[in-house]
C-alpha cells in the first residue's frame, strides 16, 4: 500500500487508473500492508480520503495475517497484545481471549504510544513461556518528523531480556503471501506481487512463487536493486506505468 499506491497519504498518480482496469478486467486483487495499527475498515477511509476506493475485504494488513496464523495453530486461544485496534480486533474477530494472566502468547504489533509498562509485562510473560509472536519485524516507520521505532525494534528490546525471538507473520514472511493467496483465490503462478521494497515485498513474493514488480515510488530505487543477490521480474517507476498492461505486465 504505502509507497505503492499513497506516498504520505498522496496519491501515487495512476494508482487510481491502475485500479480501476483491475475492476473494469475483474482482475482479483488485495492491497497489502505490514502496518497492523489500523483496521481494514479504518485503512479504507484513509484510501478514500487519498482518492482510492478499495473495499475493506481487498485490504489484507499483517494483524490479519497474524490473527489467521494463530487461528489455524491454536484455535480459541489467549494472547496478551502490544498494539493497537488493528491487531486487537483481528484477535476478537477469531475468539481470542486477551488477557494478561498467563497467555498462550505475547503478540506485538505497532503502536503510536509503546508503554514501558506494556513493555515489561511482555518480557515477563514471554519469560515465563508465552510464546512470542510478532506482526511484522520492521524496525522503524516513517513519521513527519523522522524515523519511528516499530515492532521489530522493540521485539529486539524483548529478545534481549528474555534471550526469545519472536515469530514474524508479516513480509518478508512468505506465510503472508500464502495466506493473501487463499484469500482471493489465486495461485502464485498467476499472481503478481507489486511492491516498493526489495527486502520485504519482494522477497516474499519471490518466496511465495510469485513473479514480481519493483515500483520505485517508495523505498527502493534502481541502484538499490544491485545491492541484493535476488532481483524483482520487472522494475518500473510507477504503478501507473503498468496501465493498459494488466493483463500480462511483462509482454
Known sequence: MDGVLVHED??????????????????????LTNNSIRTPRDLQARLRHTGLDIPEEAIWTSALATATFLNDQRPNGTAYVVGESGLTTALHEIGYVLTDSDPDYVVLGETRTYSFEAITTAIRLVDRGARFIATNPDATGPSREGLLPATGSVAALITRATGKEP?????PNALMMRS????????SQSTVMI????DTDIVSGLEAGMRTVLVTTGISTRESVEQFP????????SVADLVGRTDNPFA
Do not use: C, N
Request: hydrophobic share 45%; net charge positive; no cysteine.
Open 195 to 198: 511492491g516498493d521494497r526489495m
Open 167 to 171: 515469530y514474524y507473520v508479516g513480509k
Open 230 to 237: 535476488y532481483r524483482p521480474t520487472l522494475v518500473v517507476d
Open 10 to 31: 498522496h496519491l501515487v498518480p495512476g494508482a487510481d487508473k491502475f485500479l480501476a482496469e483491475l475492476r473494469s478486467k475483474e482482475i482479483p486483487f488485495l492491497v
Open 180 to 187: 493473501a493467496l487463499r484469500r482471493i483465490g489465486a495461485h
